[in-house]
């Protein structure tokens, strides 16, 4: 059996991790809020554009280089969007799992599959795999914001411009609620505006609208507004399923800790009983013998 | 009427009630009354200004980079910055002029980052002036 002193020292330690997940979960629920906010925030400018877009495209019937649909996508580039920092449950190994499945699967049929990755995590999970991304952005949980996700925007349009991918895809995690987070493959580039057919309907958009500049030259601006809208909407996401993730990952460990105390408290007191028992029964017979 | 003014990162205005509308459009500024044509025009960087129902005074949002629409009930306004005069600080302002400037001057930049910076400088031009317009009359 295990010494007193000892466990009076586990216990200790045990409740110091505790109190450290304590803070982690109550700082993540914190981050939480805010990010979810954000996300709250984007929607109406991220609705609007996409309307606008769509009325425009489909009244005009206007077309650009990123709303292309060549047909079968030859060159892929898949941004996987992980966190720079782990203790957040399953979080980050989904994603891995998931992309790098789907790399396996998929690097034969197409003419190129290319990585790019944002967050340490995902980048970490392949160079370990010696899978090599075109590119590696870091320090995303910090603060994300909408200039960073812009610049962002512009160097994967880029390549997009370039010829070097015909579709762009992101792999990340959709915030659903503190405790769940939906793992999402979603096509940013082209930009898919069929879903608008249906809306523009009701929209029942005017014809003879006033486009100031021509509407030709206006989607342009649009289209690249739209683009960092989304990928803002994409890191967005995946920073509050983050910090969502964390802090029920948290949560579970401040619980586990709790009943691991109160198990090794259980014992402690067991074996302080036996030791007072030992020691009486020890002075009681000694006290016969004389 | 109604006035929506969306960013990405907050909504300035929702629904608001209003009587009238100056814009900095892409063809000068624009005003827009109830009973207007349906219009849809992108926004240059630039001071925008509304009078809400019923008040004579017109209220202002410093915005950069968006695009107007109008339609015979609403106007929906989705700008990529979008800041009221209490926002603003004025040394911020002040300082960002300088530094733009100063990277400007070296000359040592890419053409969109030139553009980027420029943007930078009127804005906080605007900025400034919209804040001491609003300063001085109170």
Redesign the interface.
Known sequence: MAGLANIRKRIASVKNTQKITQAMKMVSAAKLKRAQDRIVNLRPYSMGLRTAIADIVVSHRVSHPLLDQKGESKKILLVIVTSDRGLCGSFNSSINKYAYKYYQENKEKYEALDLLFIGKRGSEFFRTRGVKGTETILNLAKEISYSMAEDMALRIKEFFTKGDYDEVRFIYNEFKSAISQDLTSEKLLPVDITYSQIDSEEHSFAKDIIFEPAPEAMIEGLLDKHFSTQVFRCLSESVSAEHGARMTAMDNSTRNAGEMIDKMTLTYNRVRQEAITTELTEIISGAESV | MRL?I??????IL?NAEIDEVLAP???GELGILPGH??????LDTGVLKYKLKGSSEYKKVVIS?G?L?VTPSSV?I?S?TAEEPFEIDLSRASKAITEAEKKLATGDITL?EMEKLQRKVKRARLRKLASEESGAKK
């Open positions: 929506n969306v960013t990405p990162t907050k909504k929702i459009a892409f063809r044509a349906p219009l849809i025009s992108t980079w695009y629409e929906n989705l990529e969109v």
